[in-house]
């Protein structure tokens, strides 16, 4: 019984590290020209993205570009219109170079 509470305790070690490492979010800009702008030095997976440049007319507007404007590199979610904020998810694992 000992070796289970051994093993509960590194299995939850294990996960909460994984949370965190996850959770970690970067911030970026979309200008009037739909490019998206990442502050830092280092890629991360998700970017607190600024879209209020853009524009975007109506919440159905932006709701649409958003999920015609993906693919298997990037993603939009959680999108609020009143503060014109969207999470940009990456997936560098399918680049064959690196991202600029």
Known sequence: MKYVYIVALVLLILVSRASFAQSVMGTATMDAN???????????KEYHTDVSAVGFKSEEQA?????WFRDNLFSFKDFNF????VTVVLYPEHLRNAWT
């Open 34 to 44: 739909w490019v998206i702008h990442l502050n830092g030095s280092t890629v991360l």
């Open 63 to 67: 709701q649409k570009f958003f999920l």
């Open 82 to 85: 009143a503060t014109k904020k």
